[in-house]
């Protein structure tokens, strides 16, 4: 543990500072807007996003691992909280800023402890497609919660498309200054981000929209408006709340909002050591996501983590270390204290934009389509449905999110992704291949993908392109005793793709054998990977791949007739 303490920050050189001086100025007129924002996502008033903000800039790089992650509030995140916290107290509620910043520290704990325990594997358990429909669900029901905010309707409550609903029967009710500050706050963010991306569009929207706020008097023409902020830094301590037995309520959420914002805080956090060359630690990341969570619980905040957004635009200026994000908290908190009075005429409308250009890039239809792509005809004869895998978590995700819910969507994805993956496990492909003519000897392919290959006749070479275990083992046995047909006097197992077998697996080889040679017909194998070999002969199955050929030519010249046992060549051992 204790070489884990301000690891980001060993090495520095003070050449560096004014670098991070220079960063830290530019993501703070990114930061403050954003988080402004993300707080109304997660339901409460929008200083939360910058009370959670400091803590998270000031603790993050105690035992984080990146040198350029910009940690805060986030709106997949804050979406989570919203869900998880409006299902144990009332939206809008006095309770609800309690639990939110309760979620934060059970966010913390679960995290921290995680951490120490060495889980970051965890994030493999969310694989990239199903991340991608997730957020892209994401994207789409904060878009849609926006709306009425834009527009200066009524908003509904309920899933994507009761929300949907919601807005397309109000658009007789819209407010036309409220659409005409939002609309031109929008337009500005998005058309400063293609031709000035160095510009912080997100400040300049805020900027204008306070000035018209002032100008046009919006809030006497109906225009909902931030309203008053309190000065200063909030005071610490445990959130109050209403009953002790919500807490499990708030664990069970909060394991959920854990895993999407480690997964995204540690893809942000390694696309940017990769490209400096160091390297990012998943256990250290969990610690420092607990600790910037337990930060934020304990001074009234919410759920924060890493933003790949603000890092990118932390890296894009210069940043060289974490001390770029001390310089941020440092202007965070100069703006608590004599800011945020400025705010406060700040037009909702305004707010819901520079939400929605946030959140706007990641409906990412693009990426979709190119997940749908992945898929050949050889692909589909070979895994059927589950050619397509990948799209089909993406999509689950997505769907699950727009239809059902945050957290529920992210699991239909994850249960999606297992099933699947079993799917194609449980149902390996066994090619049949043949001798590449002219290729030289140990040339062999698949027959299905090479016509041209040809077989020998009287034996059977077959590649089964998976490990062998207990939920395939049947339909690789059944697959072999097909192709042992009249006029087969031997098959050939090309076992140098088999990286596993398991105790199943190695009863089904031993019985397998036996029985085709009750048919006369020999089995053969190719090479071994030695954990194979030692789990064949402590399950007893060592006479099937004890001593295999060396190659698939070596093994095939043993079954012409008069050869024996010959192996023309040393067992293959590794």
């Not at 990114?30 to 109304?40: H, R």
């Not at 706020?213 to 909902?224: E, H, Y």
């Not at 002790?244 to 696309?271: I, Q």
């Not at 929605?356 to 070979?382: F, H, P, Q």
Request: aromatic share 6%.
């Amino acid at each position: 543990m204790p070489g884990w303490v301000f690891g980001s920050l060993r090495g520095y050189q003070w050449a560096w500072l004014r670098r991070d001086l220079v960063a830290g100025l530019t993501v703070w007129a990114v930061l403050i807007p954003e988080s402004l924002a993300y707080a109304s996502i997660a339901g409460v008033s929008p200083v939360i996003g910058l009370y959670a903000a400091v803590p998270a800039l000031v603790l993050y790089p105690v035992l984080g691992s990146s040198r350029h992650l910009v940690v805060g509030p986030m709106s997949a995140t804050a979406a989570l909280s919203a869900g998880v916290v409006g299902g144990i107290v009332a939206n809008g509620s006095e309770e609800f800023p309690a639990y939110t910043a309760g979620l934060a520290l059970a966010v913390g704990t679960l995290a921290v402890l995680a951490g120490l325990l060495r889980l970051g594997f965890l994030a493999n358990f969310i694989s990239e497609p199903v991340l991608k429909g997730f957020i892209v669900g994401m994207a789409l029901v904060i878009i849609v919660g926006q709306l009425p905010k834009l527009l200066g309707v009524e908003g509904g409550e309920g899933t994507f498309f009761a929300k949907l609903w919601s807005v397309v029967t109000s658009l007789d009710e819209t407010n036309g200054w409220a659409a005409l500050v939002g609309g031109l706050c929008l337009a500005i963010v998005l058309v400063l981000r293609r031709v000035a991306p160095m510009v912080p569009g997100s400040l300049v929207a805020v900027a204008l929209g306070v000035v018209l706020s002032g100008a046009l008097d919006l809030a006497g023409r109906g225009v909902a408006v931030v309203g008053a902020i309190d000065a200063g830094l909030p005071s610490p301590g445990v959130p109050d709340l209403a009953a002790v037995s919500d807490v499990p309520l708030l664990l069970s959420g909060a394991a959920g909002v854990m895993l999407v914002g480690f997964a995204e805080g540690l893809g942000a956090a390694k696309t940017y050591a990769r490209r400096d060359g160091y390297r990012i630690d998943a256990n250290r990341e969990l610690a420092g996501l607990g600790a910037v969570n337990l930060g934020s619980g304990f001074l009234s905040g919410m759920v924060v983590n890493g933003s790949l957004s603000k890092t990118a635009v932390n890296g894009g200026a210069g940043a060289k270390s974490q001390v770029s994000g001390w310089t941020v908290a440092a202007l965070t908190v100069l703006t608590l204290l004599v800011l945020t009075p400025l705010f406060e005429p700040l037009p909702e409308p305004a707010l819901a934009a520079v939400v929605i250009a946030a959140v706007v890039d990641l409906v990412d239809v693009g990426g979709l389509r190119r997940l749908y792509a992945v898929n050949t005809a050889a692909l589909r004869s070979i895994y059927g449905r589950a050619a397509r895998a990948d799209f089909i978590c993406a999509l689950g995700a997505l769907l699950g999110v727009l239809v059902f819910d945050t957290l529920p969507g992210l699991l239909i994805g994850v249960v999606l992704s297992v099933v699947l993956l079993l799917e194609r496990s449980a149902y390996p492909h066994v090619a049949v291949l043949g001798r590449v003519e002219g290729g030289g000897p140990g040339r062999w392919t698949d027959r299905e993908r090479d016509p041209g290959s040809t077989p020998v006749p009287g034996v059977v070479v077959v590649r089964v392109e998976s490990g062998l275990y207990f939920a395939n083992a049947d339909t690789v046995r059944d697959r072999l005793l097909e192709l042992a047909v009249d006029g087969v006097r031997a098959l050939v197992l090309d076992a140098t793709t088999v990286p596993t077998v398991d105790v199943t697996a190695a009863g089904m080889l031993r019985d397998t054998a036996a029985e085709l040679e009750s048919r006369g017909v020999r089995l053969l194998a190719v090479g071994n990977v030695g954990q194979v070999r030692d789990v064949l002969r402590r399950a007893g199955a060592s006479s099937v791949l004890d001593r295999p050929y060396p190659t698939v030519d070596a093994a095939v010249a043993a079954t012409s007739p008069g050869e024996g046992d010959a192996h023309g060549g040393a067992p293959a051992r590794r």
